[in-house]
């Protein structure tokens, strides 16, 4: 894939500065899956050249009206066309190509066009084709495929088998009163049929082979309905655990397999109990950070503490435990590209890819220096191979995305290896998508590589805590604190506050005099330190 900034943006240029001309996800390769032998329960699964004896020509067309979202059940749509009657073509008559949204969610269409090599894309000028009366549609749609032959399918209607049954037909349909879901023609064929007035006297006048689409996402395989209709707005997360047909259906067209997708626990521990910090510039090591360390060395009770930095921290605080025996300082030259790109507006662009990168090479728990511990990490979660945590912040269209300052990884991690393979598209003017977006949009293609634990941190900004376990948790919180819905002594692992810093962690005075739940967790690390700090300092 190539991209330059000095092309200004298009349908088919990838915008640097834009997240909705993004396209991402993968590596740039041709899915193993979609050559794979193995079949969505269809008995056909094992004569797939019997599709090309088939008197309806291996055509596939789709229409798509208007300015819109391409959703993940039209993205399943099209790879059931694919997948299932291996076409030599899919035309995609458009009037407007899908449309992007301004965060960059809805990918799906642009994933089709770099992994479907016979997708065609071609303008449409007829206002029949997006017309809402049956009627007018039809007769678009039969124009089209007695010029050539093939299929029409609805842009909501997933295929469940191959249908070769209908193609061996000369005009096959499914359809109801109001709507046309697929539409199987051979070439030629309204040629030798006499007009009808509309629709509905047509099917009666013709021997047509009629069919029917379920109409709801609990789809269960049966002869009768080959196909199923979906009503409504579905996204990857609905399918992965999803025990009915349909759910195995989505899972084989999206991913290859039927399985239910979620990660799985090593038979021992992957993760080792080492904390990597990153350090840019030349700063003051402030209480707050003093504080944090505390926490990974004496709640956490990290074997190793590796701060990476282009310039080691100043101050009281570092003079303090820049000598402690478990705690390095390591020095790294600052980033200053990501994939070749440079890093120009927002220095933090160097922690985020830093973090992906340390973990893949050593394994172990990142954490950003607002992070404060205040529970051991359990056995059980350092056995997955990568974990994170749900962020509370608006994301659009995104059903959810990730705060990664409290990141868990195995050394070589997958998953982060996908991560740092999205910053082939890194937007430098957006201080959020590569950091927080990106790992969600990586966790759709592989939500088997990563064990999300909502009670791994809970997050706190202007004041307001937002644990991310409760249904409701993207509702702003009660400023009172006092209410807050979580007890912090075990309902998770760490606090992390995004913004501003705590007034209580400005000095070891402001900590002292102060009574919130913040000032308790600052004392209780250190409580828990000050017992045994002084016998590690050399």
């Given amino acids: 894939m190539f991209y330059t900034r000095g092309c200004r943006h298009t349908t088919m240029l990838f915008n ?21 032998k193995t079949q969505f329960g269809d008995e056909a699964a094992s004569k797939a050249v019997e599709l ?9 067309h789709f229409i798509w009206c208007n300015k819109q979202h391409f959703q993940f059940q039209n993205y399943l749509s099209v790879l059931s066309a694919y997948k299932m009657l291996k076409p030599t073509a899919i035309h995609f008559h458009y009037t407007d190509l899908p449309e992007m949204d301004s965060d960059g969610y809805y990918q799906f269409f642009m994933d089709l066009r770099r992994d479907l090599p016979n997708l065609v894309l071609e303008p449409v000028g007829s206002s029949s084709a997006c017309s809402d009366m049956v ?28 249908l070769l049954n209908y193609r061996k037909k ?7 009163a109001s709507s046309l879901d697929v539409v199987m023609m051979e070439k030629g064929f309204m040629d030798s049929v006499k007009p009808a007035l509309d629709f509905s006297q047509f099917l009666k006048e013709q021997e047509a082979a009629r069919f029917f689409c379920l109409r709801h996402v609990s789809y269960e395989k049966s002869p009768e309905f080959p196909c199923v209709f979906v009503f409504q707005q579905i996204f990857p997360s609905d399918t992965w655990e999803l025990y009915s047909d349909f759910g195995k259906l989505a899972r084989w067209l999206a991913r290859g397999s039927m ?19 990153v350090w840019l510039g030349s700063n003051n090591f402030k209480y707050f950070s003093y504080l944090s360390l505390l926490s990974a060395l004496y709640v956490l009770n990290a074997d ?4 990476h930095g282009d310039v080691q921290p100043h101050g009281v605080y570092w003079d303090k435990m820049k000598r402690h025996k478990r705690v390095t300082f390591v020095l790294r030259d600052f980033p200053g590209a990501i994939f070749a790109e440079p890093i120009v507006k927002f220095a933090s662009h160097a922690s985020d890819y830093w973090r992906g990168d340390l973990l893949i090479r050593y394994g172990g728990i990142y954490m950003d ?3 404060i511990w205040v529970n051991p990490i359990p056995t059980e979660m350092r056995r997955y191979d990568t974990v994170a945590c749900a962020d509370f912040v608006p994301t659009g269209a995104f059903p959810d995305v990730f705060n990664m300052g409290v990141l868990l990884a195995a050394q070589g991690s997958q998953f982060l290896r996908y991560f740092l393979e999205s910053y082939h598209h890194y937007l430098d003017n957006h201080w959020s998508y590569n950091a927080i977006h990106m790992p969600y949009k990586v966790y759709e293609k592989h939500p088997d590589l990563l064990h999300v634990d909502r009670h791994l941190q809970v997050i706190c900004a202007m004041g307001l805590c937002h644990p991310v376990w409760n249904p409701d948790f993207k509702k702003p919180r009660s400023p009172t604190l006092a209410n807050s819905p979580f007890d912090w002594r075990t309902d998770t692992l760490a606090m992390h506050w995004t913004h501003p810093d705590p007034v209580e962690f400005a000095s070891e005075e402001s900590l002292e005099d102060s009574i919130t739940m913040f000032a308790a967790i600052g004392k209780y690390v250190l409580r828990k330190a000050e017992k045994e700090l002084e016998k590690e300092l050399v």
């Fill in 170 to 176: 000369k005009f096959s349909i499914a359809s109801t």
């Fill in 259 to 277: 399985e239910i997708l979620k990660p799985q626990q090593a038979n021992h521990t992957v993760i080792p109990n080492i904390v990597h910090y």
């Fill in 369 to 371: 220096w607002d992070v």
């Fill in 135 to 162: 009627n007018d549609k039809f007769s678009f749609v039969t124009q089209l495929l007695n010029k050539d032959g093939g299929m029409f399918i609805r842009e909501n209607v997933v295929l469940g088998e191959s």
């Fill in 16 to 36: 640097p500065d834009r997240p909705d001309s993004f396209r991402h996800g993968n590596p740039p390769r041709l899915p193993n899956h979609f050559f794979s």
């Fill in 52 to 60: 090309l004896s088939a008197p309806v020509a291996p055509i596939v």
């Fill in 304 to 307: 190793m503490v590796y701060i």
